[in-house]
């Protein structure tokens, strides 16, 4: 099954690309197998369609605007995502996500699961840093998507191991 992790956000904001950062951190901590592709979607939204329908499985990271504190991490499967059951608008440069997933949709090309972590950012002040609090979130959302992909059967190792 292919699967493609799309890190998504703006790093130019600093909270605004944690998606992307923790693209990063997942690349730098862990091996993936060739069937997984992971991918920095930075600010391209409707413009990486190809990348959604390339894929069995998605996993999107990004930040949210949601009720809630800063750091709270939220996770949406596809159907919260196109039936819009999300209590939460996505950030600015992810408008296009549901009208993304509904172009392939119509073209047959849907993946068959997908699945957002999001969290909600501290800052969106300029700068190419997270805020610490954000920062701090990257082991533990990292961590909830290896936990997955592993649970249904993807080989993930830890950098250290995989020598």
Not at 62 to 74: H, K, L, N, R, S
């Amino acid at each position: 099954m292919k699967t493609l992790i799309f890190g998504a956000g703006n790093l130019l904001l600093s909270d605004e690309g944690f998606g992307v950062h923790c693209l990063r951190y997942l690349q730098e901590h862990f091996v993936f197998p060739d069937s997984v592709e992971l991918y920095d979607g930075g600010t391209l939204g409707i413009m990486v369609t190809h990348k959604f329908e390339e894929a069995e499985q998605v996993y999107i990271l990004d930040t949210v605007e949601a009720e809630g504190g800063p750091g709270e991490v939220f996770r949406f499967n596809l159907d919260d995502i196109m039936l819009s059951r999300l209590p939460v608008k996505l950030s600015p440069h992810q408008i296009g996500i549901q009208e993304m997933l509904l172009i392939s949709e119509m073209r047959g090309f849907c993946p068959e699961r997908l699945t957002l972590f999001g969290v909600i950012p501290d800052s969106l002040d300029a700068g190419h840093e997270l805020s610490p609090l954000l920062h701090d979130r990257l082991e533990q959302v990292a961590g909830q998507l290896v936990e997955e992909l592993r649970a249904s059967g993807v080989d993930v190792r830890e950098q250290s191991l995989a020598a």
